[in-house]
């Protein structure tokens, strides 16, 4: 018997992962443009003291991750307008916060910056297309993927208190571990927004859809970045 697929679905679902897409890449710009601002600007010196890193600092990467679970939670009760601009602010952010390692990257070699740039790239690109293309089931990776962000987190907060626990293999093996996780994330939330797709109703929770997706995206992106670029600095 032949099958007949919905051409005003396929659109549909384009129009929805091209919007995803737009805005998870315009966060990653701002994150970019938000990093080399603070590198030029005096704002770059409000991130160090004499002793290491400042109390302004900490602010932004403990409020950066409070802001982006508030925002996951409230997701289906924001406009979207109003969630894409906590999405931009999130970025920018991401950005301040990212400036330390960015600076130590280029202290050693700029180049580590572009080469974990692609890399990342390259990983998400294939895994997204892996999460949209494959017919198994990967909800069965959701645990998993939770504790393991959980404990990456742990061992963030930690490593503040104890910097030598992610030196040496240790701190390797933490950030293979997070390439994996945020890796597997992409593939995960990939199949996650393509299915999710079917089940919301109207235009606006499309678009909140959108923005909640680009986030999750954005969020995985930028740690498998992180944790390559810290490989290739781990000196």
Do not use: E
């Not at 990467?61 to 924001?78: C, D, K, P, T």
């Not at 910056?113 to 909800?139: P, Q």
Request: charged residues 5%; aromatic residues 16%.
């Amino acid at each position: 018997m032949a099958t007949h697929t919905n051409p005003m679905r396929i659109d549909g679902m384009s129009l929805y992962l091209k919007r995803v897409f737009a805005l998870m890449f315009g966060a990653v710009g701002l994150t970019a443009i938000a990093s080399f601002v603070t590198m030029a600007t005096p704002l770059f010196g409000l991130l160090f003291t004499p002793t290491g890193l400042s109390a302004f600092y900490y602010i932004l990467l403990f409020g950066g991750l409070a802001l982006s679970i508030w925002a996951q939670v409230r997701a289906f009760h924001l406009k979207p307008v109003t969630g894409g601009l906590l999405l931009a602010l999130y970025a920018v952010m991401m950005g301040i916060v990212m400036t330390p390692l960015l600076l130590i990257a280029v202290t050693n070699n700029p180049w580590t910056i572009l080469f974990a740039f692609i890399i990342a790239a390259v990983m998400f690109g294939c895994m997204a297309l892996f999460g949209y293309k494959t017919v198994r089931d990967l909800s069965f990776l959701r645990i998993f993927l939770f504790m393991g962000m959980i404990g990456l987190i742990l061992v963030g907060i930690f490593s503040f208190i104890w910097p030598a626990l992610v030196g040496g293999t240790f701190g390797t093996i933490v950030c293979l571990i997070g390439v994996l996780v945020f890796a597997l994330f992409t593939a995960y939330d990939m199949q996650t927004l393509k299915g999710a797709y079917n089940y919301v109703g109207d235009d606006t929770q499309k678009n909140q859809l959108a923005v909640l997706g680009a986030l999750h995206l954005y969020i995985s992106f930028i740690a498998m970045f992180q944790y390559i670029l810290s490989l290739f600095n781990r000196n």
